[in-house]
């Protein structure tokens, strides 16, 4: 369970760092199951030339298209994937943070997300409710770091406290990341922090938080699992992408 001071840290910046909560056999299992999956090419898998982000290939077609960015629905790929996100581990804390009622996204996140060697591309500033629609900007994502994740080789990183600005239309491009060449977002920019994370933490972060992320600069496939969580109260709007998988009441 989180501490008083734990959750006003969450509410303020945005983010919270919960270390060693799943132990490295645990992590190098999932690990050599993600693998097997891409090996085996077992769909959806999301490639890098399918993000169109700065550095990925222009198309499958070319060079490193066929690079693997997501293993797709991995909470429906394996039965200890599943049982860790609705487990007693981790519900509790996020009832604290939701409340009662919490509602496991499918739509969105719900994937081993990898960023590879040599093909990996850059993630620009921007927050997740950007393409989520949700009645409210309020979830929370879990992100579990399957190996230490460094500037290296491509951590998140946050803008504390970002979640609870305003920001206008004109600070953003046309796919809603923020611009670095606004003058408004110059401050912003400065305040910006890497999350290096060991393997088996936990990053709690805010669906509004701004966050970005670097390419993989080592030899080593960099794997995180992610998934995304709500309150019952606020749900998804008929007809969107969010409400288009069957949700995990918990």
Request: hydrophobic fraction near 40%; charged fraction near 20%; include cysteine.
């Amino acid at each position: 369970m989180l501490s008083t001071e734990q959750i006003q840290q969450f509410h303020h910046d945005g983010y919270l760092v919960l270390p060693e909560q799943v132990d490295a056999a645990t992590c190098e299992a999932i690990i050599a199951f993600a693998q097997q999956q891409l090996d085996d090419d077992v769909a959806p898998i999301e490639y890098e030339a399918d993000t169109r982000y700065p550095g990925a290939p222009v198309s499958r077609d070319a060079e490193g298209g066929l690079t693997a960015r997501r293993l797709l629905q991995a909470v429906a790929r394996s039965k200890v994937l599943a049982s860790w996100v609705t487990g007693d581990a981790l519900v509790p804390v996020l009832r604290q943070l939701l409340g009662d009622g919490l509602r496991l996204v499918q739509a969105h996140h719900n994937c081993i997300m990898t960023k590879q060697p040599r093909f990996s591309s850059l993630t620009g500033w921007h927050r997740d409710s950007r393409y989520w629609h949700f009645q409210r900007a309020e979830l929370v994502s879990v992100w579990l770091a399957l190996r230490n994740e460094t500037i290296e080789n491509g951590c998140l990183l946050v803008i504390p406290g970002s979640h609870r600005l305003s920001i206008d239309a004109d600070q953003l491009d046309a796919a809603q990341f923020l611009r670095a060449d606004f003058p408004a977002n110059q401050d912003l920019l400065t305040q910006a922090r890497p999350v290096t994370l060991a393997q088996g933490d936990v990053l709690l972060f805010h669906s509004n938080l701004f966050h970005a992320a670097g390419c993989n600069q080592t030899q080593q496939t960099k794997f995180s699992f992610v998934t995304t969580y709500r309150a019952a109260n606020n749900p998804p709007v008929a007809g969107s992408r969010s409400a288009s998988v069957d949700e995990i009441i918990l």
